[in-house]
């Protein structure tokens, strides 16, 4: 009967638990973000979250654990909100559409994660490599193979997928990575209607640059 009745007890703990390490871990993300991993302190988010030092780390028992976690939510939701090219029967515009708008979307909604994953990518990615290539390197492999898939099927021009990829990466993140320098050339913050366009122009490119040559004369007049 006790055992019943200390259920309840037991889940808020979890629970709060859970909400208290997420907490953490968002205030974490900034100051990974702003610092660098060399910068930050477990007693500067520990300030920020209104612990002492030594509550936080019966949590996360060292800066390395804590960064790993920051590192490990920021690349579940990368990945989640990545995944828009596995169906290679789509229209390719469609998916590519739906790619660049989710990467802007993460750009815009998670900057600090944005940032936290390229400074440890910008240094080698020394914490975290083994995890990009466990994690991150087979999904951009798959989506290199629709990319070739449609080439081979005619639905796409030939164009280097992997370096396509490249290029939405860098298009779309810079949104996020260099918002700094964008509001200083647009002496203002970044704003939805900002995102809208970037969008707009990223995937009108990006159409461009994969899509078909108008057939020839010739071709037209064999064709017909």
Not at 43 to 50: D, E, H, I, L, P
Not at 170 to 188: G, H, I, K, N
Request: aromatic letters at 8%; a positive charge; charged letters at 25%.
């Amino acid at each position: 009967m006790s055992a019943l009745a200390d259920k309840p007890a037991v889940k808020r703990r979890v629970l709060d638990r859970d909400r208290l390490e997420a907490d953490l871990v968002a205030i974490a993300v900034r100051v990974f973000a702003e610092s660098g991993y060399e910068g930050a302190s477990i007693a500067s988010v520990a300030a920020q979250a209104g612990l002492s030092k030594q509550n936080l780390m019966y949590y996360f028992p060292t800066k390395q654990a804590l960064y790993q976690r920051v590192l490990d939510d920021v690349l579940d939701e990368w990945l989640a909100r990545m995944d828009q090219l596995a169906d290679p029967q789509g229209a390719p515009a469609d998916m590519l559409r739906a790619y660049i708008h989710a990467k802007l979307r993460f750009s815009r909604e998670q900057p600090w994660a944005s940032r936290v994953y390229a400074l440890e990518v910008i240094s080698g990615a020394p914490l975290y490599g083994q995890q990009i290539r466990r994690r991150v390197v087979p999904l951009v492999r798959k989506d290199i193979a629709v990319f070739e898939r449609w080439i081979a099927e005619g639905r796409i021009a030939a164009v280097n997928a992997t370096h396509l990829l490249f290029a939405i990466w860098a298009m779309t993140q810079s949104y996020a990575d260099f918002a700094a320098q964008m509001a200083l050339v647009l002496e203002r913050k970044l704003s939805a209607r900002d995102f809208a366009d970037a969008e707009k122009m990223i995937v009108d490119m990006v159409i461009c640059a994969v899509a078909l040559p108008p057939p020839t004369t010739k071709e037209t007049h064999v064709r017909t």
